[in-house]
Structure formats: C-alpha cells, structure tokens
C-alpha cells in the first residue's frame, strides 16, 4: 500500500517521479505528491490520481535532479492534500514520503508536541520526519545517523525515502517490512516500492532488506544497518520486461491480466514439467522436499485470493497426498497462538510477497520452528526472501487490482507441489499421475478456449449489471472458486455478492432467493455434479435467476438454468483453472458497465502492507 519512487542523477526528476508513480498506482491511488529540489525544496500534492497531481504542476517552474513521490493509500488521516505526502519537517529543511504504518505514532507525537512542536497533517509520516530532526538537532549529528537513531526507537512498517535542503545531492532511505529497491544506473539512482519504475533505466538493482539504511550521496550508494554495521550493496540484475507492465491494446489491465493466462500458466510451468518425459521438478523445493514429503500437516496461509487458491490446494493435496491440510487467513493466524508441531510445514501463497500479514504468519511459524515454503508472484519479495524454500508462479506483473492470472498460476504451483510430493510418497499411481501431468499441459489451451466465450459472457453482464446482490455456488474443488467469483464482483462493481458451498445454502442462503436474485453455480461435470443438479433445481423452485458454468456438452443443466456457459472438460481436481476464468471476464464487463474504475477499485490497494 502507498508506492514511493525517487530518483537522483543527470535528468529531469519530475519526470522520473510521475512516470514512477503511474506505475506504482496499483498501490495506493487516492492522493499523490512530489518534492523536488529547485527553489528550495518544494513540495506539490493533490488528492486524487497522478495525472490530477500532473495538472496541478502544469506551468510550474520544476526544474531538478533529484526528486521523490509519493501515491497513497490511507491509513492515518483522510485522503486529501495536506495528509499527501511528501511531508516536511518542522523546520521545512527536510521531506519525507513513506510507505507503512508507525504504531507508536500517538506517543511520539505527544513528545514532540511537549517540546512545541506543530502538526499540519493527521498522519504518523509527519510525526515520523518531525522526530528525525528533532534527534538530528539533538544529536547535531548527519541525517542518516538521526534516521539510525529514530529507527531504533520507532515500531512499525516502514520504507522511507528522505531529501534534504542542506544537501541537495542526498538521498536517505530505509525500511523495514515495507518493499524498497534501489536502481543503480550510471551516475543515476532509482528508488521504488518495486522494480516497474525502474526498469525503463536500468535492469541492475539492489533489494534494501529490514532495518537497513541507504544513502545516496554525491553518486554514491552505501548501505548500513540499524546497528550501524556498514554492509555491502549486492547488485542483482532485474528480469522484467518494459511490455509486460503497459497494457499492451486492452483497455484494462485486468482485461489484459484475464488474456494473458494461457500464456502465465505454460510460463509457470515451462521447465518445470513434461509429461512426455515424465519431468516433474521444482529447483527450488529440493533442500526442504523431504520435510514437505514427511509433513503431518500441511498449514498454508495466505490472504484474499490467495486465500482461496490455498482452499483448492487443500482438496489437492488431501487427494493426492493423502497429508491433512489446513487453510488460515494470515490474519487469524498470526493472532491466535496457534499449535504448531515438529512435522507441520507451512505453505505462504502472496502475488505480491508483500501482504503484512501473511509476512507476519511466516514469522511467527518460523520462530516456532515451522519449515515455510513460499508461493510467490513477484521475484526478491520480502515474502520469498522470509520463506526456507519455495517456488515462484512466474505470472508477470499484475497491475490490476483484482487478482486474476495469479490465481491461476499460484494453482498451477501449488498442483506441482502436490504432484511432486504425491510421487515421492507413493500415495499417487504412476500412471494417475502420468494422467494429471498430460491433463496439466492442456489447460492453457482449454483457458483459450474459454477466454473465446467473452462476447457471450458479455452479453449475460448485460443482463445482469444492475442486480444489487448475488451469489457463487460450487461443490468440492467449485467452491473456492465460489468464493474467487464472487469476491471478484464484489471488489470491483461494488456489488454485493456472497459465496457458499452449494449444499450449504439450505441452511441459511437460501432465504435470500427470490426471482431478482442472480445464482452462479460452478456446476461442471463432476464427483459431485448430481448433488449440484439438485441444488440448481432448489433455486429454480425459489424462482432464483440461474447462470450455470458447465462442462461443454452438459445436456442437463442448460434445461433448467436461464443462462449456460460451457467450458472445456478436464479432471475435476485442475477445473478451478478454467472454471474461474468465465468468472473473471462475468464481473469485468459488470464493473465496465457499471462505470467503475476496474484496475483502481475504491478503497483498494494491490499489495497490503500494512495489518
Ligand atoms: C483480490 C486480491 C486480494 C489479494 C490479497 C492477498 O482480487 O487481489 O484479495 O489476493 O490482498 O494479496 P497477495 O496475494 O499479494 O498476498
């Protein structure tokens, strides 16, 4: 949440910033801001989007080399110009823009407000650069020293970039539990919440890691700790394609995350697997495989849609691995003193690797001696870099808020895992598992095949767009897929929308049934297909408005439901794949006709970083 960029070097930083900031939208949109240095040091924020921000510096005289950003996403204090960042300190000598949440702000502010100080904003940031010069002047120390000092007594998430009148060639950052990346360029800088301002520049970068400090000063980078140990910067070359974050012709990012699946899943398993040559590998389970392969539970953690990836993964991993699973929102878990025992290993699923949350899950099952594996989107993420071991899903960058092609390659992952360690315990058949693998390799095409209904799903959008409620019902391996339907609806057309196991319904869900009511059921051709049929019937009888999403072919379903869509037929445990897509494009075209902004749905952010 919030994304911070700033640059220092030879060209123009406005332009660096707000281009930056574009890009790292995705994490906060509902104010933005920019400090250069010309005049003095200025600063420039505006409730709203980037580009109001852009209109807002139309005219202005912003001449500068070395400049910072900001794009927000609330926490403390509403959105509007003065909580923007960046924020000055009291002095006005020095600015700063953060991404995290400080929870010891209240008694930090009444401190400083003891000593006179004066507060113009709502937010801990302020309070957060007020305090650092407040030691600075104390100390009369250098402001990374002031920074080191403010850090140890500060409790928090936090990744700061920090520019100073004095020094005009400085740049100070660090973080903890909030991303920072710096990109080296040739006499130039980049620092951003993560890699997609800075590709454009420069593909050599270094991941900041907790309780570190930068400084960028006169052209050079060094790096030290909070316990001001000098360390050394490891450079490390980014893969990131400038193609793969620009939406490429679709109107949407979403739109364009949705098209882009056959292509993220057959990249989340090239190399990986071939079932011609019986190839199952992941490099990098190897070290921990035995742990995961003699686990006597399997814990995953995740939040949101990763959330639901983790329930699929449950059913897959007890029908092939014959190992109990459990499956927690991060959020519970790392609250409750939960039991974890000497032979449970845990699985963390994250898009972002960034989800404060499932970061602080991980930590607590570490420090009671859990194995945790991560399955992680994006690459160098503080989740990967928290976990023993893991894969990653190799989806590209997601944009869109709404989480889309890496469900379905955190799925594909996950498959893989379960598959490896079914293998390696005998509890699958050489030949069932040969049977998966091959079924595995067809999914990106039968994804094609049903990206191909989007006219038609369009068509029942239409139909539907104005409902104010509805409900997903799915059986077994559906009903996480329930859950992803109708959370999609729900997060970006802002329509109420309900999940439930389908046997589930009669006992309480099935009083909102009436003929207003639209009913998805993920009804496809399987183990529990008949038990599915009879629940279609019960809405019917209730004169619930029916769409079904079936198995091509489905003679049955198509007599009783008012809309059908069909998908390709493949083994039930691998249908969440394909029957999520039809999912994906239903709530997209409600949420276009609905006039809402679907890649920056209200109230959202992309990574949740903070609790
Ligand atoms: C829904 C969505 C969120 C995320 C959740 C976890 O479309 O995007 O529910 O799935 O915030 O995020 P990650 O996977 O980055 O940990």
Redesign the pocket.
Known sequence: MCGIVAYVGKRQAQEVVIKGLKRLEYRGYDSAGIALLNEGLSVYKKKGKVTDLEQHLKGKALNSHIGMGHTRWATHGEPNDVNAHPHYSASGKFAIIHNGIIENYSSLKQELLNKGHKFLSDTDTEVFIHFIEDIKEHEQCPLDEAVRLALTRVVGAYAIVIMSLEDPDLLVAARKGSPLVIGVGKDEFFLASDATPIVEYTNEVVYLNDQEIAVINDGKLSIKNTANLPLTPYIQTVDLELEAIEKGGFEHFMLKEIFEQPRSISDCMRGRLDAQKGRLVLGGLREYLAKLTNADRILIV??????HAGLVAEYFFEEFCRIPVEVEYASEFRYRNPVIREGDVVIA???????AD?LAAIELAKSKGAIIFGVCNVVGSS?ARATHAGAYTHAGPEIG???TK?FTAQLTVLNMIALIVAQKKGTITEQKLHELLVEMETIPAKVERALKLNDQIESIAAEFKDARNFIYLGRGYNFPVALEGA??LK?ISYIHAEGYPAAEMKHGPIALIDEEMPVVFIATNDSSYEKVVSNIQEVRARKGRVIAIVTEGDKLIPKMAEFVIEVPSVHEALMPMVSVVPLQLLSYHIAVMRGCNVDQPRNLA???TVE
């Open positions: 995740a939040c949101g849609t990763s959330w699923i994250s898009q972002s690797g960034e989800t499932t989740i808020v709404a989480s890496a959370l999609k997060e992309k990574s949740v």
